[in-house]
């Protein structure tokens, strides 16, 4: 028959024979897809969702109840929980699908993280799967689950150890599907962007301007709850200290700098500034015999300084106190002050610390007990041995301060120390003149990592000198009228300085720019969001 079959196709024309063939391929088509349907068949023919009301989309929460049921933080996830039946909340950081039957999603919240799985069983359908499936990244998820074992590490996750087998999940809200910014993009380290080039590189204005999602990685997370331990161990230290916290004005009458870079805004049918520093405040208070205060608040720099270390607005962490016989009674209050919050960063947060360095690699921050203390002449020594060209009353440029810095990391292996009696032509009108040393002033400046992080110096107290240098400096004496007559009434020796918050987090964390540190930065061209 085949030989027949042969014969007969030997005897056709070219055109029939094509046709012939076209025929037998739709033919085997059209098998082969009848086999597919018939394999397909017994899946479509579930269509029985057993999960329903096991998952979906929460009704929009407007408070009309409390469950009572008990939640569990991601964070809390270890396997003393292993068999415990939990509900957690977190973001649906990325999902991936083995098959049609199993799907494992990571659930994060904060820098903490956990895998859940969605199994085809008896109590989760396909349907259920498919709807896990198909959530849009950063969506907010409440999950009702069994803690197990992980069978080995789960690496990508916080907490390793153990997996969530999900019973219930619901979408308390859904984040749209085409994201302005990628979480992995932010949270990608030096050596992954070193190695995948422009590849997924989240630029910082991108992350600026999306900074709610920015705000979101393991990070960002971890940098922002250091800042707020360095503003409670600055405020507890202190308060032990005997400091009382104070609240000064943003809105004042004159420069409280006596400089041109301040914002001026229109007050009623006048003007007014808003504060440079709160200096005079703090001055105020220690003449009304609180004798040690601190403050901490908003400072606003009008300078167009687009650097890495500059911004408009930023936190100012103040001290002020008085002193029995000599300005270093301040000087070693303060020093001992930023000893103790360094102390407590690497006691309490040293797993924030490593969170940030896992992206942002820094050598880990040096610092001595007692603090070092250097004289302005002796740095200038110091530069000079190394080959720099300065004179000396000229004040450091950013360049010089940076690598004074190294040379006293080398030399006397700290990164923190203490710059004293600074030339007195380079510091504001109300610090007090050095009476052993000529030129000089009883100031000081502190350095992290060879940046200055606080400027201070003892008061000017004496209300005849403080006008002589107040008119010095050519600063309209009307203006700060109120300032000098607070030391017409007997004022006590005092000084003290001003820390830059932002400034502190980022060098203490070895960061390359402030806005890294400031939740919602301000800079010259930046005032949104």
């Known amino acids: ?4 079959d042969i014969g007969e196709s030997r005897h056709l024309s070219k055109s029939a024979q094509k046709k012939q063939e076209k025929q037998k391929a739709k033919e085997e088509q059209k098998k082969q897809t009848q086999e597919r349907l018939q394999q397909e068949r017994p899946e479509k023919e579930v269509t029985e969702d057993y999960s329903e009301g096991k998952y979906g989309n929460s009704p929009l929460n407007q408070s009309l109840f409390r469950t009572g049921e008990k939640w569990t933080e991601i964070r809390d996830l270890d396997l003393s929980k292993r068999n415990n039946l939990v509900l957690v909340r977190g973001r649906m950081h990325n999902s991936r699908m083995i098959g049609k039957k199993q799907c494992f999603l990571l659930l994060r919240h904060q820098q ?7 199994g085809q069983s008896d109590t989760v359908s396909q349907q259920m799967i498919k709807f896990a499936s198909n959530l849009n990244k950063e969506s907010l998820l409440d999950v009702t689950g069994v803690v197990t074992a992980a069978p080995q590490k789960v690496t990508g996750c916080t907490q390793e150890d153990v997996e969530i087998s999900v019973l219930k999940i619901f979408c308390v809200s859904q984040a749209i599907a085409r994201l302005p910014l990628q979480i992995e993009d932010a949270m990608r380290s030096g ?10 590189k989240a630029a910082q204005e991108t992350r600026l301007d999306n900074r709610i999602i920015d705000l979101r990685t393991p990070t960002n997370q971890a940098i922002f709850r250091v800042e707020a331990a360095i503003c409670k161990l600055f405020r507890d230290t202190l308060t032990q200290k005997g400091f009382v916290e104070i609240h000064t004005p943003k809105i004042i009458s004159a420069a409280s700098e006596g400089g041109a870079d301040v914002f001026k805004v229109s007050y009623f049918k006048g003007s007014a500034f808003l504060a440079q520093s709160p200096q005079l405040y703090k001055q105020m208070a220690l003449c009304a015999d609180f004798d040690k205060v601190f403050t901490i608040g908003a400072v606003f720099r009008a300078e167009n300084s687009n650097t890495h270390r500059h911004l408009t607005e930023f936190v100012g962490m103040d001290l002020e106190m008085t002193f029995k016989e000599h300005y270093h009674e301040v000087v070693e209050e303060i020093t001992d002050t930023f000893v103790q919050i360094f102390k407590g960063l690497s006691d309490t947060f040293s797993e924030e610390i490593a969170t940030v360095h896992k992206q942002f690699h820094a050598e880990p921050f040096k610092f001595t007990e007692p603090s070092l203390v250097l004289t302005y002449p002796e740095g200038i020594s110091m530069l000079r041995e190394d080959g720099i060209e300065i004179g000396d009353e000229d004040d450091l440029s950013t360049v010089n301060e940076k690598r004074l810095g190294k040379l006293v990391r080398e030399k006397y292996d700290t990164d923190f120390y203490v710059l004293d009696k600074y030339p007195l032509a380079v510091r504001p009108f109300y610090t007090m003149p050095s009476a052993s040393e000529p030129g000089y ?5 502190m350095f992290m990592r060879g940046e200055e992080i606080l400027s201070g110096a003892q008061r000017i107290h004496d209300p005849d000198l403080l006008t002589e240098r107040a008119i010095h400096h050519k600063i309209d004496l009307t203006k700060i009228k109120s300032y000098i007559d607070s030391f017409r009434y007997g004022s006590p020796p005092h000084g003290g300085g001003g820390i830059g918050m932002e400034r502190v987090v980022m060098l203490y964390l070895g960061l390359d720019n402030i806005r890294k540190t400031s939740m919602f930065p301000r800079d010259p061209k930046r005032i949104t969001p």
Do not use: R
Not at 1 to 4: G, K, L, R, V, Y
Not at 112 to 118: A, E, N, T
Not at 191 to 200: M, R, S, T, W, Y
């Open 191 to 200: 050596a992954e962007l070193d190695e995948d080039g422009p590849k997924g």
């Open 1 to 4: 028959m085949a030989e027949q």
């Open 112 to 118: 903490f993280s956990v895998q859940i799985i969605l």
């Open 441 to 445: 002033s009883n100031s000081y400046d």
